[in-house]
């Protein structure tokens, strides 16, 4: 008798698993395997994951009914990024693979069988069982074949295991360019002239079915060949690339993001690369990086995002996952796809923040998952401005950072204005007489006009209108978090809580008012000063779906704008050269926010505002604060003497990169089933992290109720070695499985504490 199996099984929805099944038999599935099981009353299609424990004494686990993958849908190295992932941001294998699949898990699609190499030149069938000769013989006759055609499971498995038969995961059909035409070396070869021609231009090598394809005589002729048995088809899959050299990661700054790219890619070929994955933070830039790179590499790039359909992904998907597909420029799910582990990764603007998966758990960062992606190959990264989290790593020595020369074109001419003198003179204005000048001149030229709010969230805080100032926590020198259900202000770095002051503890004004103006607000203004202008508002109050981001766009490039009002939503505007004046309306509100990046924030926008251009541009920037570092670094193009003001500032405060931030939001229907929820979890979190880690006392988060709930949140801050140590995550993620999921998040490393 043998002993009984049990595996893990995940699902790609909630509850998400994993959960204990029982094999009744078999050999065990592959992780990544599909499963069909049991899920309350309904059948659900599910992943295999690995080989489980029995339940203890008293539980049955239910049984597998059955395995549908011969081969795992994602291979191991996936499997094993997608454990790493989940593990990293306290998640699910289940949750993950949502964001790693380019179809629905139970897309209701046939497996395909295809010949393998050796197959298809024709091995003997001698002393085969008659169900396996039949399978085979079934498959060569027809080309490819679905599973359910070629035969039992059983058989066609142990057909695939001997590498007689390949298998192609539930597809419609296979490129051409990926079929190869074989010759069969037995017996005399063909006897008319064309096909003989034919056979012997097989027996030479195999060739792709393309060639054949486009003209009906050489078609019929293949076709006469194959029906003889003189050629069988077969795939051919591209031989895995010898693994490189240990290189160290290197940071690619300065330049323009066309040179980034470029020196990026050199480097990783250097390094030994053939296979190429180069990540982009947003989808509207894949299609000029998918050019550069082709460029400069000399080869096609494959390009992936969420935009192109479901079969255009899969497509995607499974020519990666036989070798044909090698180079491929794609946004951060790309980092998913079935690859060879030694694929070298560029991350493209690591600093951009839509590297951060937002959308739902597990919430993970592209360019930190790149580094387990890469592990070993070579890894490159690009950014105009680098991210304090990779500048970190650049003073530890882990990457290397190099400096390119600046590129061609103009900076734009830059004018500061000091708004604490604009109050004195002009009163509390949204624009500066400056400002309105040079949007009236730009309007006199007929040139397009762009202007920024500097904003970012809906967290609420406290400033004064007069001397620009947020009330700040003096402790932490972050901005104090505004909560109106109580007129209090909270800092959510420290916790530290204070009344709503009536005057401005700076100027003495009593001018306080609340979170800075909107997108809105700006646009009435521009609309009042210029009553014919055609003005466009791009934030994501105005532009909720992407389709209506993409319809903004394509009106804008078609010349409908006169002016574009927005937040960093707007910034894609800079790459018209039509755009000849740029104004920030308020570099402070990013200041402002808070949150311990807001300087960062404000340092990258303003670098990137500054970034030359082939166009004559002036760029006009309102500021209270034209001394703070942020401002002033960013105004001296000095990426460094920024930096180390604020590594300084991370240091002495321990934040990212010295330690590790993790945010716990409990939501329950009243306040104090939501509060008496945020202890136990704080409790947990204590024990869960150790001693080295501070978990904070549990505050209402700054958005203290959504869609009728009450939300507490615990911050706790840990050293960064905790966070990859693996019980930490999986203990992390079953806090948030027991109390189910709708109910608390688990977000590491957060960009937004609310
Ligand atoms: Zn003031
Ligand atoms: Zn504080």
Request: glycine share 6%; proline share 9%.
């Amino acid at each position: 008798m043998t002993a009984e199996l049990y595996v893990d099984v995940h699902f790609p929805r909630p509850p998400f698993g994993p959960f204990t099944y029982r094999l009744a038999a078999g050999p065990p599935p592959a992780p990544g395997c599909r499963l069909l099981v049991e899920l309350g009353r309904r059948r659900a299609v599910s992943l295999a994951g690995r080989p489980a424990s029995p339940p203890p004494s008293g539980v049955t686990a239910k049984d597998v009914q059955q395995t549908l993958d011969v081969e795992p849908l994602l291979p191991l190295p996936s499997w094993e990024l997608l454990e790493y992932v989940a593990r990293r941001y306290a998640s699910s294998v289940g949750e993950a693979t949502r964001w790693a699949l380019p179809i629905p898990l139970d897309a209701r699609r046939d497996d395909l069988l295809f010949l393998t190499e050796e197959f298809a030149r024709g091995p003997a069938l001698e002393g085969w069982e008659a169900e396996e000769a039949a399978a085979a013989a079934a498959v060569r006759e027809a080309g490819w074949l679905g599973t359910r055609a070629a035969g039992p499971p059983e058989i066609i498995r142990g057909l695939v295991e001997r590498g007689v038969l390949a298998l192609e995961p539930y597809a419609a059909r296979p490129p051409l360019d990926d079929v190869f035409a074989y010759a069969s070396p037995e017996g005399e070869g063909p006897r008319g002239t064309r096909g003989r021609q034919l056979w012997e231009e097989l027996a030479a090598g195999p060739q792709p079915l393309r060639r054949y394809y486009g003209e009906a005589k050489s078609r019929a002729a293949l076709r006469r060949l194959l029906r003889s048995r003189h050629a069988a088809l077969g795939l051919r899959t591209a031989p895995a690339p010898p693994p490189p050299e240990e290189p160290a990661p290197t940071l690619f700054a300065g330049g323009s993001r066309r040179s980034r790219v470029e020196e990026a890619l050199g480097a990783v070929r250097e390094g030994g690369a053939e296979t190429v994955l180069l990540l982009a933070p947003e989808i509207h830039l894949v299609p000029a990086f998918q050019t550069w790179a082709a460029d400069f590499w000399g080869e096609p790039f494959q390009s992936y995002s969420s935009e192109a359909s479901p079969a255009a992904r899969w497509e995607v998907f499974r020519r990666c996952r036989r070798g044909t597909v090698r180079r491929v420029v794609g946004t951060r799910s790309a980092l998913f796809l079935p690859l060879p582990p030694a694929t070298a990764v560029v991350v493209a603007e690591e600093a951009a923040s839509a590297y951060k998966q937002w959308e739902g758990s597990p919430y993970y960062h592209a360019r930190d998952v790149a580094f387990a992606r890469a592990s070993g190959a070579p890894l490159a990264m690009t950014a105009a401005a680098p991210s304090l989290e990779a500048y970190g790593a650049v003073a530890s020595g882990e990457v290397a950072l190099r400096h390119l020369p600046r590129a061609g074109g103009a900076r734009p001419e830059l004018t500061v204005v000091d708004m604490a003198g604009v109050v004195a003179a002009e009163g509390p204005v949204i624009f500066s007489a400056a400002l309105i000048e040079e949007l009236r001149a730009a309007r006199r030229r007929r040139e397009r006009a762009l202007v920024i709010v500097n904003r970012r969230g809906y967290v609420p805080y406290i400033y004064c209108e007069v001397c620009g100032r947020a009330l700040q926590c003096p402790a932490c020198e972050v901005a104090f978090t505004y909560h109106r259900d109580e007129q209090t202000l909270r800092c959510h770095y420290c916790l530290r809580r204070e009344p709503l002051p009536r005057r401005c503890p700076t100027c003495g004004k009593e001018r306080l008012t609340g979170v800075g103006f909107g997108t809105e607000k700006l646009a009435a203004e521009v609309r009042l000063l210029f009553e014919e202008a055609r003005i466009g508002r791009a934030d994501s109050d105005a532009l909720r779906t992407p389709l209506q981001v993409k319809t903004f766009w394509a009106d804008f490039a078609a010349g409908k704008f006169d002016v574009v009002v927005g937040t960093q939503m707007a910034l894609r505007a800079l790459d018209d050269e039509k755009v000849t004046f740029v104004a920030v309306a308020n570099a402070d509100t990013a200041l402002n926010i808070p949150d311990f990046r807001a300087a960062e924030y404000t340092f990258r926008m303003l670098t990137q505002l500054r970034e030359p251009t082939p166009a004559r541009r002036r760029l006009l920037l309102q500021t209270f604060h034209p001394d703070h570092y942020a401002v002033a670094a960013a105004v001296a193009d000095d990426f460094e003497a920024f930096a180390r003001r604020e590594l300084e500032f991370r240091r002495r405060l321990r934040l990212p990169p010295y330690t590790r931030l993790i945010n716990v939001v409990v939501a329950e229907r009243k306040a104090a089933a939501a509060r008496a929820a945020a202890e136990e979890v704080a409790a947990r979190l204590a024990d869960i992290l150790g001693p080295e880690a501070e978990v904070g006392v549990p505050t209402p988060a700054p958005v203290a109720r959504r869609r009728g709930y009450r939300r507490w949140q615990v911050l706790a801050r840990v050293p960064p070695a905790t966070i990859e140590r693996a019980q930490a995550g999986e203990a992390l993620a079953a806090l948030v499985r027991r109390r189910g999921p709708l109910d608390v998040t688990v977000d590491v490393d957060p960009y937004d504490l609310f």
